[in-house]
T-cell receptor, first 115, second 108 residues
Framework: DTGVSQNPRHKITKRGQNVTFRCDPI?????LYWYRQTLGQGPEFLTY????????KSRLLSDRFSAERPKGSFSTLEIQRTEQGDSAMYLC?????????????FGPGTRLTVL | RKEVEQDPGPFNVPEGATVAFNCTYS??????FFWYRQDCRKEPKLLMS???SGNEDGRFTAQLNRASQYISLLIRDSKLSDSATYLC?????????FGAGTTVTVRA
């Protein structure tokens, strides 16, 4: 399967702990996006990268959130000092680059539960 | 105010029926529009793009009215497999703004 992959698929953590999620985009895509989706809502944009450069960050991304894409390939999203309100599905998507267009292809998501 | 507002439904229709629903967007600078489909606990998948001239893809027809900032989706001859949440999307640069989704259930 050469689609977008995300790990882990599920994460349960206690409030105050740090968590890190990984996204591997479709290999030829140069743009990578992070979204968050809570129950009954559509995905909300968090941030996006073109190659290794982080070009935009939503106001939803508080100081406890940090995202990286060090070599322009996979990306990580870290949440420090998790809060119960961080419980959500974290979706990664990719697009663009050689052979790619504007369509964003989503990964299966990481479901975070903060107890 | 949310950037994209949708009728949440649910729409509960029999097989073979036609169902239509719409959404509105608030950012007049939005450049592109899409309908995504999301099955329960799965990732969103692109259903179709939406053009000002209207476009069809099999049983699905999408319309865009830029003057009213209104987007619609019509599903003809509904199948059981059409049961899903349909997400309306407007874009600004590369950022997708999603509505909360319209739930459609097709019953036998």
């Amino acid at each position: 399967d050469t689609g977008v992959s995300q790990n882990p698929r599920h994460k349960i953590t206690k409030r105050g702990q740090n968590v890190t999620f990984r996204c591997d985009p479709i290999s030829e895509h140069n743009r990578l996006y992070w979204y968050r989706q809570t129950l009954g809502q559509g995905p909300e944009f968090l941030t996006y990268f073109q190659n290794e450069a982080q070009l935009e960050k939503s106001r939803l991304l508080s100081d406890r959130f940090s995202a990286e894409r060090p070599k322009g390939s996979f990306s990580t999203l870290e949440i420090q000092r998790t809060e119960q309100g961080d419980s959500a599905m974290y979706l990664c998507a990719s697009s663009g680059g050689r052979g790619g267009g504007d369509e964003q292809f989503f990964g299966p998501g990481t479901r975070l539960t903060v107890l | 105010r949310k950037e994209v507002e949708q009728d949440p439904g649910p729409f509960n229709v029999p097989e073979g029926a036609t169902v239509a629903f719409n959404c509105t967007y608030s950012n007049s600078a939005s450049q592109s529009f899409f309908w995504y489909r999301q099955d329960c606990r799965k990732e969103p998948k692109l259903l179709m793009s939406v053009y000002s001239s209207g476009n069809e893809d099999g049983r699905f027809t999408a319309q865009l009215n830029r003057a009213s900032q209104y987007i619609s989706l019509l599903i003809r001859d509904s199948k059981l497999s059409d049961s899903a949440t349909y997400l309306c999307v407007a874009t600004n640069d590369y950022k997708l703004s999603f509505g909360a989704g319209t739930t459609v259930t097709v019953r036998a």
